[in-house]
C-alpha cells in the first residue's frame, strides 16, 4: 500500500519560511511525480509546485521565486521550502504523487495547515 504523508506546517509570520515535507512509503519514490497543492478557505485547490521523475520543476506564477521544489529520491521525500511568505498564502497544503506506467494511479496526503499571519 501507499502512504503519503505531509509535514512541516503551523502558523508563521509575514516574510517567514516554513518548509514542507513528504514522505511517500510502499511504492518506488522515483517512479512519482510528485506535486503539491493547496485549498485556501472557500477556494478550490490550486497546484503549487511540480516536480517530475526527472529535474523539471514548475510553479504557481504567485508563488516563482518564493517556492522550491526538491526531492531526494534516496528519503523517498519530497520537500516545498516556502519563504517570503504572505497571509495569501494561507491554505492547506497536499502531497500528491502521480504515475502512468501501464496503469496511471494517483495518491494524496492528508494535508497540512499553513497560516501566514502577524
Known amino acids: 500500500q501507499v502512504q503519503v504523508v505531509e509535514s512541516g506546517g503551523g502558523l508563521v509570520q509575514p516574510r517567514g519560511s516554513l518548509r514542507l515535507s513528504c514522505a511517500v512509503a510502499?511504492?518506488?519514490?522515483?517512479?512519482?511525480?510528485m506535486r503539491w497543492y493547496r485549498q485556501a478557505p472557500g477556494k478550490q485547490r490550486e497546484l503549487v509546485a511540480v516536480?517530475?521523475?526527472?529535474?523539471?520543476?514548475s510553479y504557481l506564477h504567485s508563488v516563482e521565486g518564493r517556492f522550491t521544489i526538491t526531492r531526494d529520491n534516496a528519503r523517498n521525500t519530497v520537500y516545498l521550502q516556502m519563504n517570503s511568505l504572505k497571509p495569501e498564502d494561507t491554505a492547506v497544503y497536499y502531497c500528491?504523487?502521480?504515475?502512468?506506467?501501464?496503469?496511471?494511479?494517483?495518491?494524496w496526503g492528508q494535508g497540512t495547515q499553513i497560516t501566514v499571519s502577524s
Open positions: 500528491n504523487a502521480y504515475r502512468a506506467f501501464g496503469f496511471p494511479v494517483e495518491y
Open positions: 510502499g511504492s518506488d519514490f522515483s517512479a512519482f511525480t
Open positions: 516536480a517530475t521523475t526527472g529535474t523539471m520543476t
